[in-house]
């Protein structure tokens, strides 16, 4: 890119550049250097029409003897080279360099509200709305939450903090991202995955209930493996059909039936739920595959189908009941979504007074009078 | 001991040199809106032999003898007499006394002073004024001082340190740099399980990077008890102490529970070994020996496990202790 010299830190500034390359800046009438000794010309009616902070600060008299690069005034902004580079790209009518790791595109994000860019910031949301960085896994995940947080970007604060549910959060598995947790970021996704567990908690618990619409959908077993059960009786040649509670059965209630086999699937999660530190919380998008796997188990334990009951509903319904749990599911951590919303208004407001004192300098959402 | 000119030079940022000298006898009270009501009233802070004068940063001025200030800070002594320094060129402050500008508080420099001149000491009343204090204790190099403050701090009751104030201690004490006390609330946080979902409320106030120091630590505990434990199960401690009651073997119930410490040592106390105890007679319909192991036996089995699990927690302790004296010397 254009005003991003040898792609390196150099030791010394090196001179203003237009940016990109195929841009004309040569009449830039403003240089910005980064943290890394990057210069980037560029032009100040840009930067003020694009920030009000750069057209409050550009608007201030300029002391006589302030440094010059040839001979241009030299602002010294506090990201690195690499980010700049993007965000200038956003001011110009170029396409924009997006950064290609989910970490520096939060730095960029963090730079465009520093700078109350707003409209930029809400651009570049778009854009990369349908991109896909490189899921974060393990660790990063926790990192990203981590940034987010205390860059004060409450939506990507938000989808990282939804993340980390696909992860275990134990002290051994988050111990390298704990340095860049806030005191108050860690106390609040600590809550907000004890919110998600117990919204799930009650999602799973009314799953239990399969005899009610809209999952009443599934009928008595016809089992065709011989039962094990004390009480089966014959049906055919050893098959039967039996409203017992063995393991391949159903058991009836007033309004449908409950397959032993689906109730099992929610019971072990809801077991599961209660590690839901230890272990990742159920996810939607995976509720299917478990669902899949606890049907072929019972419908088809050796390969051939033992239980046409369920494979025919499955067949004619089981689309929608799948969809039904995804979106159940969804809601349930959904529900928990606007609980960052009111965190920060807690913060914001200074309802604890501990942690102002612990932290007198720290501050989540930066604005332009705290950076001046 | 020499003056410490590194120390000045660190301190610059710090403390303002007063050029100015104040009339002798200028009252001191505090302006409106400090915290004067924290400041101690004592006709030590005014003395009328004065030949100093302390300012906090809220403006409360303390009078006092210059000799009990030099003994006990190298770092106020050197502070002191580079004012001197600088008084000797200025011929025209014959009738006014040094002051030298601090950035602590009133209430800081009051509870401080206490603990200086030959008066009742005063710690400060709530957790956030005590640290501050050993911090100023530390700054100012005061090392008698700060061991008094620690005694006396040692010697309240509740103690300063306790599980209810641990978090909150560890967080201040690593903010201020005092390692005595970090450690001392790290040993303190040993009693809770130490979980993300247990420690949820205490979590609040203290930054990442100390927690992640603070799990270390908690790492450390349980990797020496693990070891150390194990042979302590394996010598003949608990078989000597303990005898074999339960069915003519050594309890199955005090391995269990050697090894639980080892995993969770907040499960060191006497109550959970009762528990432990308890709970194998219950499961054994109280057809077992263990009901009747002797009162001094089961004492000696407790103090020598004691001193394992508080040997291990020194070991660890003297590690932490060589790892901040390694980084404060590199």
């Known amino acids: 890119m254009g005003g991003l010299q040898n792609g390196t830190s150099p030791a010394c500034p090196q001179r203003a550049s237009p940016l990109p390359d195929h841009l004309d800046m040569s009449d830039g009438d403003i240089v910005i250097q980064s943290c890394d000794l990057i210069n980037f010309r560029v032009h100040k009616l840009v930067l003020s029409l694009s920030s009000p902070f750069f057209h409050d600060m550009l608007s201030l008299p300029q002391p006589s003897d302030e440094e010059a690069v040839e001979g241009l005034p030299v602002v010294r902004l506090p990201e690195d080279a690499e980010a700049l580079n993007s965000l200038l790209t956003m001011l110009y009518p170029i396409p924009s360099v997006i950064p290609n790791s989910y970490d520096k595109y939060l730095m960029l994000l963090a730079a465009l509200q520093k700078y109350d860019m707003v409209g930029i910031q809400s651009r570049i949301r778009k854009e990369t709305q349908n991109r896909k960085f490189p899921t974060a896994t393990g660790t990063a995940a926790f990192r990203e939450y981590a940034i987010a947080s205390c860059r004060g970007l409450t939506s990507e604060r938000e989808t990282s903090a939804r993340l980390t549910l696909d992860f275990p959060m134990t002290f051994g598995y988050i111990c390298d991202s704990l340095p860049f947790f806030e005191n ?8 907000f995955r004890k919110r998600c567990r117990d919204n799930l908690v009650l999602c799973f618990q009314s799953f239990l209930d399969l005899g009610n619409p809209p999952f009443n959908i599934w009928m008595s077993c016809m089992n065709l493996n011989p039962c094990q059960c004390s009480h089966s009786y014959g049906y055919g040649h050893g098959y039967h059909s039996c409203s017992c509670s063995c393991s391949s ?34 996810n939607p998008s995976s509720i299917r595959e478990q669902y899949m796997s606890a049907l072929q188990a019972h419908t088809k334990p050796s390969g051939i189908i033992s239980c046409f009951t369920c494979a025919v509903v499955h067949a004619m319904n089981g689309e929608t009941f799948c969809k039904e749990l995804e979106n159940r599911l969804e809601q349930a951590i959904s529900k928990v979504g606007n609980f960052f919303t009111s965190r920060r208004n807690y913060w914001s407001l200074n309802i604890y007074p501990r942690y102002r004192y612990l932290c007198p300098n720290s501050h989540s959402f930066v604005t332009s009078s705290q950076l001046a | 001991m020499s ?26 009270s505090p302006p409106a809106g400090s915290d004067s009501d924290e400041v101690v009233e004592n006709p030590l802070f005014d003395d009328p032999e004065a030949d100093i004068i302390l300012r906090s940063c809220d403006h409360c001025e303390f009078r006092v003898l210059k000799v009990y200030i030099v003994k006990v800070s190298p770092v106020l002594r050197d502070l002191i007499q580079s004012q001197s320094a600088l008084n000797s060129h200025d011929t025209g402050t014959t009738a006014t006394l040094p002051s030298i500008q601090l950035p602590d508080n009133g209430a800081t420099l009051s509870s401080l002073l206490t603990f200086v001149l030959p008066m009742l000491p005063l710690p400060p009343s709530t957790i956030e004024q005590t640290m501050t204090l050993l911090s100023a204790g530390q700054k100012y190099q005061m090392g008698s001082v700060l061991s008094h403050i620690r005694t006396v701090l040692s010697s309240q009751d509740p103690p300063f340190v306790r599980p209810e104030t641990a978090f909150q201690v560890y967080s201040l004490a690593q903010t201020y740099g005092l390692r005595e006390e970090a450690l001392q609330a790290a040993h303190s946080t040993l009693t809770f399980s130490f979980t993300l979902e247990d420690l949820e409320g205490e979590l609040s106030t203290i930054p990442g990077v100390y927690i992640r120091e603070l799990w270390k630590y908690h790492q450390s505990v349980r990797a020496h008890l693990a070891q150390d434990l194990a042979a302590f199960k394996t010598a003949s401690v608990p078989h000597e102490e303990i005898g074999q009651p339960c069915n003519s073997c050594t309890p199955p119930w005090l391995g269990e529970y050697i090894d639980a410490i080892a995993e969770t040592p907040a499960l060191f106390n006497i109550n959970e070994f009762h528990l432990f105890l308890s709970r194998h007679i219950n499961h054994q319909h109280g057809q077992c020996g263990c009901a009747n192991i002797p009162s001094k036996a089961m004492h000696n089995f407790w103090v020598a496990l004691s001193n394992v699990v508080h040997g291990s927690m020194t070991k660890v302790s003297v590690e932490v202790f060589r790892r901040y004296h390694v980084t404060s010397y590199n």
């Open chain 1, 184 to 191: 108050w970021a860690l106390f609040d996704l600590i809550g």
């Open chain 2, 3 to 28: 003056p410490n000119y590194h120390h000045l030079h660190h301190l610059a940022f710090d403390f303002e040199l007063s050029t100015m000298s104040t009339p002798v006898n200028e009252p001191s």
């Open chain 1, 249 to 282: 059965s159903s058991s009836q209630t007033q309004t449908g039936y409950s397959p032993t086999w689906l109730t099992s699937l929610f019971q072990q999660l809801l077991t599961d739920l209660n590690q839901a530190f230890t272990k990742p919380l159920p």
